[in-house]
């Protein structure tokens, strides 16, 4: 490969990169997910990663529909003690819910799995992103 060559590709895939990362910022934060695609998504997490029975797995739907369509009323509050109060007594009836249907190994693996994505957005707030 000669000079020439290599220069052309390295600026088309330049160019590739600078269009893919501008187009990118083009599309914008996406759009909240709502109360159902939030359940759909943590249910099937749960069934993927707790081995969930069926059973289990149509309780855990419930559960998190449920918790998720209020903790979405809870958004519309004013922020403060009452919002944070409000916020910190869905957590903690959810996870009173939960317990109630998983097993002790499968409820002890979902709260580690709590526990890393709650540190992922300490980490994101911390770095602004």
């Known amino acids: 490969m000669n ?9 088309m895939l330049s160019m590739l990169v600078i269009s893919s990362a501008a187009f990118a ?8 997910k709502t109360p159902e695609e939030r359940a759909e998504h943590q249910t099937q997490w749960m069934r993927k990663n707790l081995h969930l029975t069926r059973d289990q ?3 855990v739907h419930d559960i ?24 910190q007594g869905i957590n903690r009836d959810k996870n009173t819910d939960l317990r109630a249907v ?19 957005r300490k980490e994101r707030a911390m770095t602004g992103r």
């Open 102 to 120: 998983l097993t002790g190994e499968q409820y002890d693996k979902y709260q580690q799995h709590e526990g890393a994505v709650k540190e992922k």
């Open 3 to 11: 000079v020439k060559n290599f220069i052309k590709g390295t600026l």
């Open 25 to 32: 910022q083009q599309q914008g934060p996406m759009p909240p």
């Open 57 to 59: 797995a149509e309780k």
């Open 64 to 87: 998190m529909l449920y918790y998720a369509q209020q903790a979405d009323n809870a958004k519309g509050m004013r922020p403060g003690p009452e919002k944070k109060a409000e916020k």
